[in-house]
């Protein structure tokens, strides 16, 4: 200690005021984006900013010393390495299989890797044969599906009124708003699909703000999207007679890529 003050009186004191001015900056900066949802909690960026904050609140006590704020600036530095080294930990462990890491990157907007595991351990992949029924129109909806091979016809009061190729979502709606089916959604093809039941999907996102949203943006775009491509083939009937709306965009209305190039199907 004794040398540290020695060093510390070779330096101009305007240099520890300066890392203390900083420093507050930091705490106050750090903080005010993470209320205004710039910055996660749960990344690294928010605990390295709080321990860029207080080492250099630290550095400016050794002119102006006070314990209590020494204690506060060295509890800070503890407990933000503390949940940096957890969550590399944490971090480390996590195993993706090729399968769950496309559809990750593609269809989940990249969620963050802890909560696409803790999602994927609640989920369950299955093969589907043709003609099986996902959700059915007018009934509740216990599940949101993950169509990432194969398709599915939508049908509404008996009529095919579109065909849904990979990768989409199905049951998107009902999950959103909590209301019954408006449409039936069955596998044309053998269909890859993975089954998240709602339940599962409340319990990933409870407390999560930030996955919540994330998750809310990416069904409300898929809706978007199929609402669009829906008003085209009106606007087209309408106009012409036929109710062909061509092909969905890829990457701009849905997910550039599948587990194959499957061919986007008119509807
Ligand atoms: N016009 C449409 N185009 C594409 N998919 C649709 C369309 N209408 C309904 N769907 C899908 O079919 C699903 C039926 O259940 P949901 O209403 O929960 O969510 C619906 C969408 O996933």
């Given at each position: ?17 300066l ?8 705490y106050?900066?750090?903080y005010l984006?993470?209320q205004?949802?710039?910055?996660k909690g749960?990344g ?8 860029t904050?207080?080492a250099l609140?630290?550095v ?9 704020s020494?204690i ?5 530095i503890?407990i933000?390495l503390?949940?940096?080294t957890?969550?590399?930990?944490a971090h ?6 090729d ?7 593609h269809?989940?907007g ?5 909560v696409?595991?803790?999602m994927f351990?609640?989920?369950e992949?299955v093969?589907v044969?043709?003609g099986?029924?996902f959700?059915?129109q007018?009934e509740?909806?216990?599940?949101l599906?993950?169509?990432?091979d194969?398709?599915v016809?939508i ?9 849904m190729?990979?990768?989409t ?7 959103l ?8 959604a ?5 269909t890859?699909?993975?089954r998240?039941p709602v339940k ?14 994330q998750?809310?943006?990416l069904?409300s ?11 085209l083939?009106?606007?087209r009937?309408l ?7 061509g092909p969905?965009?890829p ?12 061919p986007?199907?008119?509807g």
């Amino acid at each position: 200690m004794d040398a540290i003050l020695t060093a510390a009186e070779t330096l101009p004191p305007g240099l520890f005021n300066l890392a203390g001015m900083i420093g507050v900056g930091f705490y106050l900066g750090s903080y005010l984006l993470l209320q205004a949802a710039v910055i996660k909690g749960t990344g690294y960026l928010y605990p390295a900013l709080n321990l860029t904050a207080s080492a250099l609140v630290l550095v400016s006590l050794v002119t102006n010393f006070n314990l209590y704020s020494a204690i506060v600036q060295i509890s800070w530095i503890v407990i933000s390495l503390g949940g940096m080294t957890r969550r590399y930990i944490a971090h480390r462990r996590i195993r993706f299989t090729d399968e769950e890491e496309a559809l990750r990157q593609h269809m989940l907007g990249g969620l963050e890797p802890l909560v696409a595991r803790r999602m994927f351990d609640r989920a369950e992949w299955v093969d589907v044969e043709p003609g099986r029924d996902f959700v059915t129109q007018g009934e509740p909806v216990d599940a949101l599906w993950v169509l990432w091979d194969g398709a599915v016809d939508i049908i509404v009061e008996g009529t095919r009124i579109t065909t849904m190729p990979a990768p989409t979502f199905v049951g998107e709606l009902s999950v959103l708003n909590g209301e019954p089916s408006i449409g039936t959604a069955r596998a044309t093809d053998r269909t890859r699909v993975l089954r998240l039941p709602v339940k599962e999907l409340q319990a990933v996102i409870a407390g999560n703000q930030a996955t919540r949203l994330q998750l809310e943006g990416l069904l409300s775009r898929a809706s978007r999207y199929k609402l669009g491509n829906a008003n085209l083939r009106i606007a087209r009937f309408l106009a012409t007679g036929e109710g062909e709306a061509g092909p969905p965009r890829p990457g701009l209305d849905q997910p550039a890529r599948g587990p194959q190039a499957a061919p986007a199907q008119p509807g």
